[in-house]
């Protein structure tokens, strides 16, 4: 929607507001001008503020009879061209810091000019019959070159790239598809079609063109075009507020827009009056158009106020700008709305509020600009919008993109669930996610059991979503299957994936660590992360684990710890055995628990040995071993260096005659092999006990 911002219900011939050409046409007279940084204003008055303008606005020069400036929507440029290209043509984009400037022959008044996609050729519209051609490629002569349109006494309304070499003209009879040859310096006719039009709207993320058919307008004819293929997709009729009293162009296209929402392809039309007499106020009606099937109506989106409207589409959220009251409002067609059965009807999600207060910085040397900052005026009816997000001031020679800051809409959307609902789908969520898990798990704003849960749950589900596409990506990669199928990517992980660790790292350990809530409350929640996890098949970490039992153990709650292991709350894991190992000194069941553990685990035996004997538990692995009957194979050696290591005289001395005895019972002879490498052991008992304290062989 190339609109100006006051827009009003359209009255009985109104003319078009100034500056508001189609886009790609004047955005307004204006001209060239430094890059400026403004500032949004922070503080008191910019609280609950959940829109913003971005912060490295592109700056071109104020309105002037000599300067006229176009903005291409493909490209998100803004054109400066003064005197019609002879004196200068300035190109900046939001994404291009380098702005391109060159000069081109004044043929008369510029009615559009844009670049193709890479900006390798320049498409310069001067007559109502044909548009011109200028290469911008290395070693290729600055000549322009022209193109007619086929049809007779047909009027160029406008044109669009859809390619770096493809250009459709939209006349008032219909639409051309060519091919530009830059080498050649000519075009070829790739398709064309004919059609009464009344004007044309493009999207170029969908590379859709739609076309307004019919006296009345309101049957929308779209073409979709890709690498040199152009498709007819199936028409469909915007039905209007009421039967119009006569045959004139009813539907106009200030009140629609087109935008990719959550991947899919709408026209937004912008309803002053509703059909029902009953229900006051204009609303935004979606329909939804694939790329096969029919049109839908599928939302409508309720206002509930009328007067001059513009719309934005940023980050898949729908904002409407209300000039009257200088406020806007968001709407997520994601979020539950009221189903009647065919369309869902929404509510706003969050309070009307205006777009965060913003300064423009003053321009000029740096001596001159220690002046305050210009509050930039807000909602000015010189405002043109542009689909998705682009908003361009023609009085102040700005352009900006249109931001959603999230932080806000944390204080102004208590429901937790309706919050999670709504903070998965942005795209910088995360930060914001494990910062409102912190705060529900704090004073002042700690949260009930139950509602912890439901955040869990949101927040898991989506991570499960992540975990299967990966699991599923995993295996055709692995089957071989990826070959016969090259279009398969690899899931992208956003940041609504929030994992075990995240939660780990920001909320939990940060949670037990402060101490602050009562110890039964801190074991319930991550008792209810771990089940939130289980719930959705996901295998738990086992730091998870650990954090519950370090805080059991902190609060001397050793039988609740029992409990859990002995009904397997806390799922077996090697890392947890062990931990269970070093908590033997202040709970001796602990050690019990361990082994039953490993054993459960079916952990390969000489594992758990040395575990055990890392901790220097050399005679419960010597009890283990036996136990599992494994004590005639195991190395002397190492226990005997296990047994010295630990300091323990009475230690080494009890291993050492376990040794002794297992020769004598296997080989008849108490002493050990040369093979065994065990000398100096002998040689140390000897010191410490003496030689008559070895063992003599017994003789039956």
């Given at each position: 929607m190339a609109a100006a911002m006051g827009r009003d219900p359209p009255g009985p011939a109104e003319d078009e507001a100034p500056g508001a050409a189609a886009a790609g046409g004047a955005a307004g007279r204006e001209g060239g001008g430094e890059e400026g940084e403004g500032r949004a204003r922070g503080g008191a008055e910019a609280g609950g503020c959940y829109l913003a303008l971005c912060a490295r606005p592109v700056h071109f020069e104020k309105a002037n009879p000599v300067n006229c400036v176009f903005f291409d929507e493909a490209n998100k440029q803004v054109f400066a061209v003064r005197s019609g290209g002879a004196t200068g043509v300035v190109v900046k984009g939001l994404e291009d810091r380098n702005p391109i400037s060159f000069r081109m022959e004044d043929k008369g008044e510029v009615k559009c000019i844009k670049f193709s996609l890479g900006n390798k050729i320049l498409a310069v519209q001067r007559t109502s019959k044909s548009v011109d051609f200028l290469n911008f490629i290395p070693d290729s002569p600055q000549l322009e070159y022209t193109q007619e349109c086929k049809t007779k006494n047909a009027n160029i309304l406008g044109f669009c790239w859809t390619s770096s070499t493809e250009i459709v003209f939209i006349t008032d009879q219909g639409i051309e598809f060519y091919q530009v040859l830059p080498e050649k310096r000519s075009l070829k006719l790739l398709k064309n079609q004919s059609i009464n039009v009344n004007w044309y709207m493009y999207c170029p993320e969908s590379s859709v063109i739609l076309l307004s058919t019919t006296v009345l307008g309101n049957v929308l004819q779209p073409f979709y075009f890709k690498s040199g293929t152009m498709a007819k997709l199936s028409k469909f009729e915007i039905e209007l507020p009421a039967a119009p009293k006569s045959s004139k162009l009813s539907l106009s296209e200030r009140d629609i827009a087109m935008a990719t929402i959550y991947g899919q392809l709408y026209v937004l039309y912008l309803r002053h009056h509703s059909r029902t007499s009953n229900s006051t106020g204009a609303e935004v009606v979606l329909y939804h158009l694939p790329r096969e099937g029919s049109c839908k109506k599928t939302h409508i989106l309720k206002l509930n106020r009328t007067g001059k409207f513009a719309l934005n589409v940023v980050d898949n959220l729908v904002v409407v700008h209300h000039q009257d009251t200088e406020t806007s409002v968001i709407f997520d067609i994601k979020l539950k709305g009221e189903f009647d059965g065919s369309t869902t009807i929404h509510q706003f999600v969050l309070p009307p509020r205006s777009i965060q207060p913003y300064q423009i910085p003053v321009a000029g040397p740096a001596s001159v600009t220690s002046q305050a900052p210009v509050p930039c005026k807000l909602y000015s009816s010189s405002w043109i919008v542009f689909q998705p997000d682009i908003i361009i001031s023609a009085s102040e020679g700005y352009l900006w993109s249109l931001q959603v800051k999230l932080e806000p809409v944390v204080n102004l959307l208590l429901d937790k669930g309706k919050l999670m609902d709504f903070l998965l789908q942005r795209k910088e969520c995360k930060m914001v996610i494990l910062s409102v898990c912190s705060q529900m798990l704090s004073e002042p704003e700690r949260g009930s059991l139950s509602v912890i849960a439901t955040v869990f749950d949101k927040l898991n589900q989506e991570y499960k979503k992540y975990l299967e596409a990966e699991q599923s990506y995993t295996m055709v990669v692995e089957t071989g299957l990826s070959r016969s199928n090259p279009l398969l990517k690899r899931p992208v992980r956003t940041q609504a994936v929030i994992d075990q660790s995240d939660m780990y790292t920001h909320v939990l350990s940060v949670f037990t660590e402060k101490k602050e809530a009562p110890h039964k409350f801190t074991i319930a929640v991550l008792m209810e992360y771990i089940r939130s996890l289980n719930q959705f098949q996901i295998?738990?970490?086992?730091?998870?684990?650990?954090?519950?039992?370090?805080?059991?153990?902190?609060?001397?709650?050793?039988?609740?710890?029992?409990?859990?292991?002995?009904?397997?709350?806390?799922?077996?894991?090697?890392?947890?055995?062990?931990?269970?190992?070093?908590?033997?000194?202040?709970?001796?069941?602990?050690?019990?628990?361990?082994?039953?553990?490993?054993?459960?685990?079916?952990?390969?035996?000489?594992?758990?040995?040395?575990?055990?004997?890392?901790?220097?538990?050399?005679?419960?692995?010597?009890?283990?071993?036996?136990?599992?009957?494994?004590?005639?194979?195991?190395?002397?050696?190492?226990?005997?260096?296990?047994?010295?290591?630990?300091?323990?005289?009475?230690?080494?001395?009890?291993?050492?005659?376990?040794?002794?005895?297992?020769?004598?019972?296997?080989?008849?002879?108490?002493?050990?092999?040369?093979?065994?490498?065990?000398?100096?052991?002998?040689?140390?008992?000897?010191?410490?006990?003496?030689?008559?304290?070895?063992?003599?062989?017994?003789?039956?």
């Open positions: 295998a738990v970490q086992h730091y998870l684990y650990e954090l519950v039992i370090k805080t059991l153990v902190q609060h001397n709650l050793f039988y609740m710890l029992h409990q859990f292991l002995q009904y397997h709350v806390l799922s077996d894991s090697k890392p947890l055995a062990c931990l269970l190992l070093s908590l033997e000194s202040i709970y001796p069941p602990a050690h019990q628990l361990s082994l039953d553990m490993l054993k459960r685990l079916s952990t390969a035996n000489d594992e758990i040995v040395e575990v055990l004997l890392s901790k220097h538990q050399v005679l419960a692995a010597l009890r283990f071993i036996r136990g599992i009957g494994g004590h005639d194979s195991i190395s002397a050696r190492k226990f005997l260096d296990a047994a010295k290591q630990a300091e323990d005289e009475m230690l080494f001395y009890t291993i050492f005659r376990f040794f002794e005895q297992r020769n004598q019972r296997l080989r008849g002879n108490p002493s050990f092999t040369p093979g065994e490498h065990c000398e100096e052991h002998v040689t140390f008992f000897k010191q410490v006990f003496g030689e008559h304290a070895l063992m003599k062989p017994t003789t039956f």
